[in-house]
């Protein structure tokens, strides 16, 4: 097992249902540490950033209005193989799919789109996790 870091983004429906505390604490309790946290805004450039494989789709305009419907809280988490276990704990991409027990089966959008307004982003790796964490997290905030 290897310790590293992830990001997570607790995405505008999570914050909009209240959900940041009742998903923070499942990542806390399976032992995961917070090592950075902070609500911000994301302005068109960081999304532009972010999400630069889909920038050029004609679908991109409505995850930015997405992201941009309330500021989001961003999560630097430290654990022993956090990166898939986060991922598990979650689930599927699509909260349609996800399973009752994940994050995404018991919280994400099921009548919308359960692709984009699925709770949580999470880092894929960790080289992705590394340039996510440095994009939303200044030097010093992440301890």
């Known amino acids: 097992m290897a310790l590293e870091t992830t990001l997570i983004l607790f995405k505008p429906d999570a914050v909009a249902k209240r959900l940041v505390g009742t998903v923070l604490s499942r990542f806390e309790n399976e032992g995961f540490k917070i090592n950075g946290i902070k609500k911000l805004f994301l302005t068109d450039e960081l999304l532009a950033d972010h ?10 305009p409505s995850v930015r209005d997405f992201m941009q419907e309330t500021p989001v809280i961003a999560l630097a988490l430290e654990g022993e ?27 994400g959008d099921k009548e919308g789109d359960a692709k984009m307004r699925n709770v949580c982003h999470a880092s894929d790796s960790t080289e992705a996790a590394a340039a996510e964490i440095k994009r939303f ?7």
């Open 137 to 143: 997290f200044k030097d010093g905030e992440v301890f």
């Open 81 to 107: 193989d956090v990166i898939s276990r986060v991922r598990d704990l979650l689930g599927p991409t699509d909260s349609k799919a996800a399973a009752p027990g994940t994050i995404r089966g018991d919280f």
């Open 51 to 60: 999400y630069s494989h889909i920038a050029d789709k004609p679908f991109f």
